[in-house]
């Protein structure tokens, strides 16, 4: 049976056709989308983000006042007070007021030196998040509600971090383990602050993020190391922006054995602000998605419309078999050709971005390869899809305009800030464009006050999850089809 759908599918030229456009479009889209990106920092090439210990994008700007610690050692300090200011919050955008973002940082680091993206292990107060142990800008552990003392320890390369109410009965929360540090790192005292995120509706429909500066400070007393301290600005280009100049300067003072800690940034993974991912390549998708829609549907409806439909079930009578038949050579004769023009489009794409000058965001090589095998599976699938809706409903094109509906309609609402984000998201999670799901490059944390709407290429299910969904919509609408194959005439 796959053999003779495999015979009848290429002798028809203009299903050949449709999957040779989606190559072609996902090939070629993809690469000259290359060529309109591009980035201007103030006239001169931008900088590449900095990289944490795995290899990801990362935001590391806070203040730093340290001491240099050579091999195991610790420090206990007590946070006396810890407080911050927020710049034109809402409703009226137009004061600065007292207060601290829900993760805003204070608390006692080590750091192997104090170049940006060195690894390091924290253990700190929040500004509505309580205590947290974090490393390696990605890792976070939640410690205890209400803790005032903090205590960090180094034993070879394994970090300790305490917490207590009282400074006398100390609760572990977490050891963590910082491979290949040096013996000399440094040990001391942080306080950063990231932008407040706001993501407000818009009168126009959609939403509007906004992001303004916040500054928190930290007064550290009951210190249990002696000697100078010295400050470090970790991230500091040294370029202040207008609302800066108006407020205390980043920094520290000591007095009678309290240090007092001013600072601003975040120390946690970038987002999608430092620029694009690999799944810029995937412009093309969309019009490659519609193509195999239309091909298959057509694949089976072609056959109801013209009545070769009977000679088929004359020639093998087992409808469902030929029904699963023809959606495996259609899944195959989608997805091999999907995988060589992904495969392709994204590494030229990506380097004529580089050869641009453009930052392109860090993946691993397990990412890479899902986005590439994921777009693949979501022209396969949601061929299948539009071929089940066609053999379900004889009506080619119902079919394809149901298909569209269904699959690439919720994407472009979701994405294009037309819905609100929980609309959006609802929308990603339950109809068959989950599956785009699979294109997110970035993971979201929940450590991070991000909007992660779909809009900014964050979405509602895992990659696998996504495309899970529009894998069972698929199977149930070919599961309905059999079912009426087998008992109608024909």
Same mark, same amino acid.
């Given at each position: 049976?796959?053999?003779?759908?495999? !015979?009848?599918?290429?002798?028809?030229? %203009?299903?050949?056709?449709?999957?040779?456009?989606?190559?072609?479009?996902?090939?070629?889209?993809?690469?000259?989308?290359?060529?309109?990106?591009?980035?201007?920092?103030?006239?001169?090439?931008?900088?590449?983000?900095?990289?944490?210990?795995?290899?990801?994008?990362?935001?590391?700007?806070?203040?730093?006042?340290?001491?240099?610690?050579?091999?195991?050692?610790?420090?206990?300090?007590?946070?006396?007070?810890?407080?911050?200011?927020?710049?034109?919050?809402?409703?009226?955008?137009?004061?600065?007021?007292?207060?601290?973002?829900?993760?805003?940082?204070?608390?006692?680091?080590?750091?192997?030196?104090?170049?940006?993206?060195?690894?390091?292990?924290?253990?700190?107060?929040?500004?509505?998040?309580?205590?947290?142990?974090?490393?390696?800008?990605?890792?976070?552990?939640?410690?205890?509600?209400?803790?005032?003392?903090?205590?960090?320890?180094?034993?070879?390369?394994?970090?300790?971090?305490?917490?207590?109410?009282?400074?006398?009965?100390?609760?572990?929360?977490?050891?963590?383990?910082?491979?290949?540090?040096?013996?000399?790192?440094?040990?001391?005292?942080?306080?950063?602050?990231?932008?407040?995120?706001?993501?407000?509706?818009?009168?126009?429909?959609?939403?509007?993020?906004?992001?303004?500066?916040?500054?928190?400070?930290?007064?550290?007393?009951?210190?249990?190391?002696?000697?100078?301290?010295?400050?470090?600005?970790?991230?500091? !280009?040294?370029?202040?922006?207008?609302?800066?100049?108006?407020? !205390?300067?980043?920094?520290?003072?000591?007095?009678?054995?309290?240090?007092?800690?001013?600072?601003?940034?975040?120390?946690?993974?970038?987002?999608?602000?430092?620029?694009?991912?690999?799944?810029?390549?995937? !412009?093309?998708?969309?019009?490659?998605?519609?193509?195999?829609?239309?091909?298959?549907?057509?694949?089976?409806?072609?056959?109801?419309?013209?009545?070769?439909?009977?000679?088929?079930?004359?020639?093998?009578? %087992?409808?469902? #078999?030929?029904?699963?038949?023809?959606?495996?050579?259609?899944?195959?004769?989608?997805?091999?050709?999907?995988?060589?023009?992904?495969?392709?489009?994204?590494?030229?794409?990506?380097?004529?971005?580089?050869?641009?000058?453009?930052?392109?965001?860090?993946?691993?090589?397990?990412?890479?390869?899902?986005?590439?095998?994921?777009?693949?599976?979501?022209?396969?699938?949601?061929?299948?899809?539009?071929?089940?809706?066609?053999?379900?409903?004889?009506?080619?094109?119902?079919?394809?305009?149901?298909?569209?509906?269904?699959?690439?309609?919720?994407?472009?609402?979701?994405?294009?800030?037309?819905?609100?984000?929980?609309?959006?998201?609802?929308?990603?999670?339950?109809?068959?464009?989950?599956?785009?799901?699979?294109?997110?490059?970035?993971?979201?944390?929940?450590?991070?006050?991000?909007?992660?709407?779909?809009?900014?290429?964050?979405?509602?299910?895992?990659?696998?999850?996504?495309?899970?969904?529009?894998?069972?919509? %698929?199977?149930?609408?070919?599961?309905?089809?059999?079912? #009426?194959?087998?008992?109608?005439?024909?």
């Amino acid at each position: 049976m796959i053999r003779a759908e495999w !015979t009848k599918f290429r002798s028809v030229r %203009a299903w050949v056709a449709g999957i040779v456009v989606a190559f072609a479009a996902i090939l070629g889209l993809g690469v000259a989308g290359a060529y309109g990106i591009s980035q201007d920092c103030m006239g001169r090439i931008c900088p590449a983000p900095p990289t944490g210990p795995g290899g990801e994008a990362v935001r590391d700007k806070f203040s730093y006042v340290h001491q240099t610690l050579d091999g195991d050692g610790e420090l206990t300090a007590h946070l006396a007070g810890f407080t911050g200011i927020i710049t034109y919050p809402p409703p009226n955008h137009d004061a600065i007021v007292a207060g601290l973002v829900p993760w805003a940082k204070a608390g006692l680091m080590i750091k192997d030196g104090t170049k940006v993206g060195a690894a390091y292990a924290a253990v700190m107060m929040t500004g509505h998040n309580g205590v947290r142990m974090q490393n390696n800008f990605t890792e976070d552990r939640a410690g205890p509600s209400a803790a005032s003392w903090l205590r960090i320890s180094r034993q070879g390369d394994k970090i300790i971090g305490y917490a207590s109410s009282d400074g006398a009965a100390w609760t572990p929360i977490e050891t963590v383990v910082l491979k290949n540090i040096h013996k000399s790192v440094n040990i001391g005292f942080f306080v950063t602050s990231p932008s407040d995120i706001t993501n407000e509706a818009s009168p126009r429909g959609g939403t509007i993020v906004q992001a303004r500066f916040t500054q928190a400070t930290a007064v550290f007393d009951r210190i249990d190391r002696t000697g100078a301290w010295s400050l470090t600005k970790v991230g500091d !280009t040294g370029e202040q922006t207008d609302w800066q100049k108006y407020h !205390t300067p980043d920094g520290y003072t000591e007095s009678n054995g309290r240090l007092t800690v001013t600072g601003s940034g975040d120390i946690a993974p970038a987002g999608n602000e430092g620029g694009p991912t690999i799944d810029f390549a995937l !412009t093309g998708v969309i019009v490659a998605l519609i193509a195999v829609i239309i091909v298959g549907a057509l694949y089976i409806t072609g056959e109801f419309r013209r009545g070769l439909i009977r000679t088929t079930y004359a020639a093998m009578p %087992a409808r469902g #078999r030929v029904l699963a038949a023809k959606a495996a050579v259609l899944g195959a004769v989608t997805f091999v050709p999907a995988l060589l023009a992904t495969a392709i489009a994204v590494p030229v794409a990506s380097r004529v971005l580089r050869s641009h000058h453009v930052t392109l965001l860090p993946a691993a090589v397990g990412t890479q390869v899902r986005v590439i095998v994921g777009a693949a599976l979501l022209l396969s699938l949601a061929a299948i899809f539009a071929y089940a809706l066609g053999a379900a409903l004889k009506r080619g094109v119902i079919a394809i305009a149901l298909a569209v509906v269904l699959v690439v309609l919720p994407y472009l609402l979701a994405t294009t800030s037309l819905l609100p984000p929980g609309a959006g998201r609802w929308l990603l999670r339950l109809t068959p464009a989950a599956g785009f799901a699979f294109q997110q490059v970035l993971p979201a944390y929940h450590q991070i006050s991000l909007p992660y709407t779909p809009s900014d290429g964050y979405y509602p299910l895992g990659p696998w999850a996504g495309l899970g969904v529009l894998a069972a919509w %698929a199977a149930a609408l070919l599961g309905l089809a059999i079912l #009426r194959a087998r008992r109608s005439d024909a």
